[in-house]
C-alpha cells in the first residue's frame, strides 16, 4: 500500500510554544489530505482537509487560527498548533487519498502524532 | 442518526476464534467500504478495501458488503492475539470530500 510518514512520532512541549507536524507522502502524490485528531479510546474526528495549493477547509468547531494548514507541495501537508496549550495535548494523525478529490477509494494514514503540552 | 455505526466492544474472543466485525450506515451513496486496524497509540493500517457489493477475502480476512442491507462485516479466522487491536470501518463515495468513519471496535484475542 502507500506509504504515508509522519513526523514527529512524539513531542512534548511548553504551554504557549507551537508545534509543527509533518505529513509526508512518499510514493504517490496527494491533492488531499486530512488531518484528525483522536482521543483516548476514542474514534477519529476529523480537523481539516488540507488541498494542495489552497486554503484548509476546517470542521465546524476546529479553530483555523489554531490549527494551521500548510500543504505547499502535492507530498507535504503540515499542521501546526499554535500557542499550544494543555487542552491541546492529543494525538493527531494525518491521511493521504492517492487519487483526486472525486475518487475516495482508499486513505492511507501516517504514524501518528503524540502531543504533550505540559 | 451518525453516518456510520459500529459497535465498541470490547469483543473478547480465545485464539483460533472466527471474529466478526460490523458496520451499518445511512447514506445509501456510499460506494468505498474499508476496514482499518489499529494498535494502541499507532495510525490506522488499511487492512480490507471493497468497491460496491460483494465480498473480498485476503488471508485470514473475508470483507462482506451488503449494499441492500446497509450493513459492512469483516471476518478474522483463526484470530491470532496479534490481532487485538481496534478495528475501524471507513467508507465514502465519488464527489465526497471526506472519509465517514465508525466509533471503532475493541477486539482482545486471548492466548
Known amino acids: 500500500g502507500a506509504v504515508v510518514s509522519q513526523h514527529p512520532s512524539r513531542v512534548i512541549c511548553k504551554s504557549g510554544t507551537s508545534v509543527k507536524i509533518e505529513c509526508r507522502s512518499l510514493d504517490f502524490q496527494a491533492t488531499t489530505m486530512f488531518w484528525y485528531r483522536q482521543f483516548p479510546k476514542q474514534s477519529l474526528m476529523l480537523m481539516a482537509t488540507?488541498?494542495?495549493?489552497?486554503?484548509?477547509?476546517?470542521e465546524q468547531g476546529v479553530e483555523k487560527d489554531k490549527f494551521l494548514i500548510n500543504h505547499a507541495s502535492l507530498t507535504l501537508s503540515t499542521l501546526t498548533v499554535t500557542s499550544a496549550h494543555p487542552e491541546d495535548s492529543s494525538f493527531y494523525i494525518c491521511?493521504?487519498?492517492?487519487?483526486?478529490?472525486?475518487?475516495?477509494?482508499?486513505?492511507?494514514f501516517g504514524s501518528g502524532t503524540q502531543l504533550s503540552v505540559l | 442518526q451518525k453516518e456510520v455505526e459500529q459497535d465498541p466492544g470490547p469483543l473478547s474472543v480465545p485464539e483460533g476464534a472466527i471474529v466478526s466485525l460490523n458496520c451499518t450506515y445511512s447514506?445509501?451513496?456510499?460506494?468505498?467500504f474499508m476496514w482499518y486496524r489499529q494498535y494502541s497509540r499507532k495510525g490506522p493500517e488499511l487492512l480490507m478495501y471493497t468497491y460496491s457489493s460483494g465480498n473480498k477475502e485476503d488471508g485470514r480476512f473475508t470483507a462482506q458488503v451488503d449494499k441492500s442491507s446497509k450493513y459492512i462485516s469483516l471476518f478474522i479466522r483463526d484470530s491470532q492475539p496479534s490481532d487485538s487491536a481496534t478495528y475501524l470501518c471507513a467508507m465514502s463515495a465519488v464527489g465526497f470530500n471526506k472519509f465517514y468513519f465508525g466509533s471503532g471496535t475493541k477486539l482482545n484475542v486471548k492466548p
Open positions: 447514506n445509501s451513496a456510499f460506494q468505498y
Open positions: 488540507s488541498n494542495e495549493g489552497s486554503k484548509a477547509t476546517y
Open positions: 491521511s493521504a487519498n492517492p487519487g483526486y478529490l472525486s475518487t475516495n477509494e482508499k486513505l492511507f
